[in-house]
């Protein structure tokens, strides 16, 4: 392993862990902290600023400073090779197994996934940068426990896109000058350094809240760029709009990252996750009924997907749609049917509104999205020509949360609570993508679940059902009924779900303590 100066690796060196973890490639993950840390703390400290504006009664808007940027004619650069047809994107972390049949599953994307739905746990870190970098060479292959070999198709294979740890979230196994680094630019600088020569260097960009810190991340990209002798625009960006600030800055963000951008996504749970976080003590104009009850066709989700679309195409940048997370039973067709009917309707609407590709979470699911959007397309790369100048959205828009319809029910709590605490034993464990009532669960949708419970909680909800009103108790009570139905060790799970979704203050999020537990 190297011994850059300054730089300390303190997690254990697993077999070919040396080959990430050498001298240059630690200096340069040095060379980035120093850099950009400072920044990206200040842009941490300005989340929490205007969080404390929102809880004092502020609102979320256009930003008037930044109105020359929306009125101004301006264009991203022009889609990257691998990247013109997007129609079907397959989304992942990169164990060996899930490497492989997501560069085998006819996708013409995939999203190897470094943060929700991974864990952070050292080894996933590292070993997940081995298998990136064995793939992008062609020599990934992987025996299962029973035997089952898995290797890579011969023919074409997806667009690799790398998505990075959110801005919120450190590498405690790496310090620079005696500090943790980010696990932004860990991610971000062990891939890029061992791989933007044998491969296009392309990325996911998760939670942001703001045109600032797509600024910060234009300024990294550009950074490792001009230090390596790249081309400027030869890293590429999607960013997730995946944050309720973030939705009345998208004409920023991409302007922001204009010779990088590659277009913006629609992250629709940690989106409803944001807006329960950033208006959860505001009552019941932003109090969301039970989870799985909100579709993307409830008026301020509409908006904000419709926005969306018209924004990219407006800038010559492609529009990305939601999560397909169902994950198809072996055993239960009639599950399978009604799951695929809903899958297919919502496909059907993206493609329809102007979408030029869209995710799902199985291989399986890969021919549904692509017929849907083969019928729109044909032979067409993507609808960047469709400028949808018939949308209109106001912030008033965006903002008429309180205008979903649904209810607050016991089985919406029971389901929030068990999902929860199931999904952080999984993540305590290494997992971070977790298939639970034939759903692939993940960080964004177990954070909707504690926020959930959260919201209600101290917004002295009673449930619409049964008159109830939802306390600490009644959780708890819950929590014992449903841990009870499953077997295994929960204790801890159940410690760390109850401190994330009942304590009087609210935490970020809910990685930030699960990875403090972890080795």
Request: proline share 5%; aromatic share 8%.
């Amino acid at each position: 392993m190297g011994n850059a100066t300054g730089v300390e690796s303190t997690g254990p060196l697993g077999e070919r862990f040396a080959e990430i973890l050498t001298e240059e490639a630690l200096s340069f993950l040095a060379d980035l902290h120093r850099a950009f840390d400072e920044r990206r703390l200040e842009l941490l400290g300005l989340r929490k600023e205007r969080e404390a504006a929102l809880a004092a009664g502020g609102t979320l808007g256009f930003l008037p400073e930044t109105a020359d940027v929306r009125e101004a004619d301006w264009r991203v650069a022009e889609p990257a090779p691998g990247l013109e047809d997007r129609r079907v994107e397959i989304t992942g972390p990169t164990d060996a197994k899930m490497t492989i049949n997501a560069l085998n599953s006819g996708a013409k994307v995939w999203l190897a996934d470094h943060e929700d739905a991974n864990t952070p746990l050292w080894d996933n870190v590292v070993q997940g940068q081995l298998n990136l970098r064995d793939a992008i060479a062609g020599t990934l292959s992987y025996t299962s426990p029973e035997g089952r070999q898995y290797r890579l198709a011969e023919g074409p294979r997806p667009t690799i896109v790398v998505r990075p740890r959110g801005w919120h979230l450190p590498e405690k196994h790496i310090l620079v000058d005696g500090r943790p680094t980010s696990g932004s630019l860990t991610d971000f600088g062990l891939y890029f350094f061992h791989n933007h020569l044998a491969t296009r260097p392309y990325f996911y960009l998760p939670k942001m809240e703001s045109h600032l810190e797509a600024r910060l991340w234009n300024d990294v990209f550009t950074f490792a760029e001009e230090r390596f002798g790249r081309p400027t625009g030869t890293i590429r960006a999607t960013v997730l709009i995946e944050t309720f600030p973030a939705a009345f800055e998208m004409e920023e963000i991409l302007y922001e990252l204009r010779e990088h951008s590659a277009g913006l996504n629609a992250g629709r749970w940690d989106y409803m996750f944001s807006v329960i976080k950033k208006f959860r003590t505001r009552g019941r104009d932003f109090m969301l009924p039970d989870r799985n009850t909100v579709t993307m066709t409830v008026p301020f989700m509409r908006a904000y997907t419709e926005l969306l679309v018209r924004t990219c195409h407006k800038r010559g940048a492609h529009a990305i749609g939601g999560m397909a997370a169902f994950i198809p039973s072996r055993r239960d067709p009639e599950i399978n049917r009604v799951a695929l009917e809903k899958v297919g309707a919502d496909k059907t609407r993206e493609a329809g509104d102007g979408f030029d590709g869209s995710w799902v979470a199985h291989p399986d699911l890969v021919p549904v999205c692509r017929e849907i959007f083969d019928g729109v397309l044909g032979d067409r790369p993507n609808q960047l020509g469709r400028l949808r100048e018939d949308v209109s959205v106001s912030a008033a828009d965006l903002l008429a949360v309180g205008a979903t319809p649904g209810q607050r029910t016991e089985a919406g709590l029971r389901n929030a609570v068990s999902v929860g605490v199931q999904y952080l034993a999984a993540w305590l464990r290494g997992t971070g993508a977790v298939a639970i009532n034939n759903l692939m669960e993940d960080a964004a949708t177990a954070e909707i679940s504690r926020s959930q419970v959260w919201q209600w909680l101290h917004n002295d909800v009673t449930l619409d059902d049964t008159g109830e009103k939802v306390t600490r108790e009644l959780v708890e009570k819950i929590a014992d009924e449903e841990l009870a139905k499953l077997d295994g060790d929960f204790a801890e799970a159940r410690t760390l779900f109850m401190e994330v979704a009942v304590a009087d203050d609210f935490v970020d999020f809910l990685t930030i303590p699960a990875y403090e537990r972890m080795p």
